[in-house]
């Protein structure tokens, strides 16, 4: 029983276009919610995060939506380069635990 | 050094082989985590030490054993496993309570035999 799902396995995008990754949850416990980014031969790295208090968490190019009501959280990069080709997984967790839950990842290729 | 280290990067190892992950780090967290990355699946919480005390184990089998002699180091200690066992396993560590996010090491990449 997946509590986090990113249904798309895998995504290309032009340079200088919009990414936009979606993750679906289903713990209405989760508040706390987090993106990572995964190159080859790396461990996940800490991209961005967005309280469930909060609709909206930008910085720089990258802009992480919540929603709620719908359980969905999205990324939005733009613009793309890139250098942004990578695996991004989202995470949830309920504060108060150590328990992080992630998604399968989505493989990003942004084509120059 | 700072960061999350993890050794070896690269780890293959028979069936009857007793062999150790290690993890260390100089952050100043006081949480440590071992992960378990299969191919199209999702990262699985294996364990979770916080302050040198388990915290959590997630029906990880037997035949995987963790060691946290203090707050900087971690240990996964493995023997006689299985090919499925074969993953990428991924220590992390965090502040109280993880909800500043994880850092992440690079991840011992292990074969099974």
């Known amino acids: 029983d997946q509590q986090v799902k990113q249904n798309s396995p895998s995504l290309s995008v032009q340079e200088g276009r919009i990414s936009i990754l979606n993750c679906d949850y289903t713990n209405s416990m989760f508040d706390y919610f987090l993106w990572y980014k995964k190159y080859p031969a790396e461990g996940p790295t800490f991209l961005i995060s967005?309280?469930?208090?909060?609709d909206k968490n930008e910085d720089g190019r990258f802009t992480v939506f919540l929603n709620k009501s719908a359980k969905h959280l999205s990324l939005h990069i733009v613009p793309s380069q890139p250098g942004d080709s990578a695996v991004y997984f989202c995470?949830?967790?309920?504060?108060?635990?150590?328990?992080?839950?992630f998604g399968t990842g989505t493989r990003l290729k942004v084509l120059a | 050094e700072t960061g999350v280290t993890q050794t070896p990067r690269h780890l293959v190892m028979g069936m009857t082989n007793k062999k150790s992950l290690k993890c260390e780090q100089h952050?100043?967290?006081?949480?440590m985590y071992w992960y378990k990355q299969s191919a199209k699946k999702p990262l699985e919480l294996m364990f979770v030490?916080?302050?040198?005390?388990?915290?959590e184990n997630n029906s990880v089998p037997s035949r995987f054993s963790p060691e946290c002699p203090n707050s900087s180091h971690l240990f996964l200690h493995l023997h006689t496993l299985q090919p499925e066992d074969s993953a990428l396993y991924l220590c992390a560590s965090s502040g109280q309570q993880g909800v500043q996010g994880y850092t992440f090491g690079s991840g011992t990449r292990l074969t099974v035999v």
């Open positions: 967005i309280s469930s208090i909060k």
């Open positions: 952050l100043g967290h006081n949480a």
């Open positions: 030490y916080s302050l040198e005390e388990r915290v």
């Open positions: 995470a949830a967790v309920s504060s108060g635990t150590y328990k992080y839950i």
